[in-house]
DNA sequence: CGTGATATTGATACGCATCAAAGGTAGTGG
DNA sequence: CCACTACCTTTGATGCGTATCAATATCACG
């Protein structure tokens, strides 16, 4: 065991536990794990750094060295280019972790950069490594958030290869409220921590046709908008513009396969 | 040849340790693990399936048990929308591994076909996790590669949400020109496995626009194809088109894995 | 209250999808 | 071996969706 391991057992009774008492407990790391690995993974954990909206958390290819799990706050990851144009990657909210990125090349392939005042716990990659030889379903919890990336990033992509620009919004903002949700949040009505420009570059769209569509969607009822604040009124409809069966234009099934 | 290597391979003539002797060892999962190891590692691999084109590897919503490399042969992943559309998700060439994107969710959100005649190694996945306990190495050289598709994953979504159509055919011809070259075949004359319609597909593109990217190259003598044969001439010039900007300078080779 | 960043709205242009049809290729059975 | 079918690929003509350009309007912030 390394000293900072010991030192850290020594503090634990004096020193909260702050994982163990975080709110996100249930949807963060520390998800199905006994109390008393908790302890130790809390050591192990990092809470120096509030930052401040457009503040980075870590440049493209800057060296790896740990993963963030956001406390407060939200994230927005993006890569350059090789034209020097920025594409973002995804934006992460409270209780989600972000960096994974760069375990492959130990660099980090996209940067961070926070969209409002966001608190981070960060986790050193190798003590991360450590303790997952030795607390039972940690790894297993560390595959699963990869995992998960994963999947998201392939939903991404279907989103640009295949949907329409109204069906990316309306999936975007689907998928914000399940974040929310999530974290028992009102699914249906949340602020967008970022701006229209981030959402258009996301979503590969420009900002006039993010805005277009974010004005034609509230004149049919189907959202309120009112500059970063979004209510869902309409939520069926929302889901069958997302999935690409919309009655308004409609056009049926492209690209046959 | 290192003295532990040979005695590694010696020692193995009695009990078959086929991925000791397996050509891709150096870009498949055993990478970096000692002969010991990789013996243990051998003993939980069954390769018993060699796959016709056409047929599954896995599907969609099916359970997920195991990750799978790729002995030989090429397939393709692909995941169904609500509309019932398939989206292409990647290619997988021999030495690569597929199959990542079930762990989260226990099931897989893909399927997997073969391109031609494909012969896979199956990798249990509760007996890989066991392993990455006791085989220092192996659980470190999970995670990147997990962490390796992410980034594939990133760089479609930039290609898809940012680059011309021709940009987006130039990267997959580069990537697929990167990764026969980690197998030590020629980067620039290679097969296609897939159709033109999984290109498309792929590139959120249409068969026809494919095609006549192709014709077009040819015809600017950037490539030369000949039905699935394809080789590139001119690989500065895909760089540059690859990148977006028709005529600023080629940077070195594209990581694109 | 002024100043730059961000957001909306309208007019026009262009890239790529779509439709249509011919040319190739592979696989099958007479 | 050739003929035949089914699929894959190529090529051309046209239209739609979204980018782009341009001009306000609105917000954030010192």
């Given at each position: 065991?390394?000293?900072?391991?010991?030192?850290?057992?020594?503090?634990?009774?004096?020193?909260?536990?702050?994982?163990?008492?975080?709110?996100?407990?249930?949807?963060?790391l520390p998800v199905a794990i006994s109390p008393e690995d908790l302890y130790q993974l809390d050591s192990i954990i990092q809470?120096?750094?509030?930052?401040?909206?457009?503040?980075?958390?870590?440049?493209?290819?800057?060296?790896?060295?740990?993963?963030?799990?956001?406390?407060?706050?939200?994230?927005?990851?993006?890569?350059?280019?090789?034209?020097?144009?920025?594409?973002?990657?995804?934006?992460?909210?409270?209780?989600?972790?972000?960096?994974?990125?760069?375990?492959?090349?130990?660099?980090?392939?996209?940067?961070?950069?926070?969209?409002?005042?966001?608190?981070?716990?960060?986790?050193?990659?190798?003590?991360?490594?450590?303790?997952?030889?030795?607390?039972?379903?940690?790894?297993?919890?560390?595959?699963?958030?990869?995992?998960?990336?994963?999947?998201?990033?392939?939903?991404?992509?279907?989103?640009?290869?295949?949907?329409?620009?109204?069906?990316?919004?309306?999936?975007?903002?689907?998928?914000?409220?399940?974040?929310?949700?999530?974290?028992?949040?009102?699914?249906?009505?949340?602020?967008?921590?970022?701006?229209?420009?981030?959402?258009?570059?996301?979503?590969?769209?420009?900002?006039?046709?993010?805005?277009?569509?974010?004005?034609?969607?509230?004149?049919?009822?189907?959202?309120?908008?009112?500059?970063?604040?979004?209510?869902?009124?309409?939520?069926?409809?929302?889901?069958?513009?997302?999935?690409?069966?919309?009655?308004?234009?409609?056009?049926?099934?492209?690209?046959?396969?």
């Amino acid at each position: 065991m390394t000293d900072a391991a010991a030192n850290a057992i020594h503090f634990r009774h004096q020193n909260i536990n702050q994982c163990a008492e975080c709110s996100l407990n249930p949807i963060c790391l520390p998800v199905a794990i006994s109390p008393e690995d908790l302890y130790q993974l809390d050591s192990i954990i990092q809470r120096s750094r509030p930052l401040h909206r457009g503040d980075h958390l870590f440049w493209e290819e800057s060296a790896f060295e740990a993963i963030y799990a956001i406390k407060a706050g939200s994230l927005k990851a993006y890569t350059t280019t090789d034209a020097g144009e920025e594409q973002v990657t995804g934006f992460y909210l409270a209780g989600e972790v972000v960096g994974m990125d760069g375990i492959h090349t130990e660099t980090h392939v996209s940067s961070a950069v926070a969209l409002e005042t966001t608190s981070i716990c960060e986790i050193p990659f190798d003590r991360l490594q450590e303790a997952t030889q030795v607390i039972p379903g940690l790894q297993n919890h560390f595959f699963k958030l990869m995992s998960r990336e994963i999947q998201a990033d392939q939903q991404l992509m279907l989103l640009l290869g295949k949907k329409s620009a109204d069906a990316r919004v309306a999936s975007l903002l689907l998928s914000l409220g399940d974040r929310y949700k999530r974290r028992r949040l009102s699914e249906q009505r949340f602020r967008l921590p970022m701006s229209r420009s981030d959402i258009g570059n996301y979503l590969g769209l420009a900002v006039e046709t993010v805005s277009r569509i974010f004005t034609r969607m509230q004149q049919q009822n189907i959202l309120s908008v009112e500059g970063k604040e979004v209510c869902i009124i309409e939520r069926e409809q929302l889901c069958r513009i997302s999935a690409g069966s919309e009655d308004t234009s409609c056009k049926t099934s492209r690209t046959g396969s």
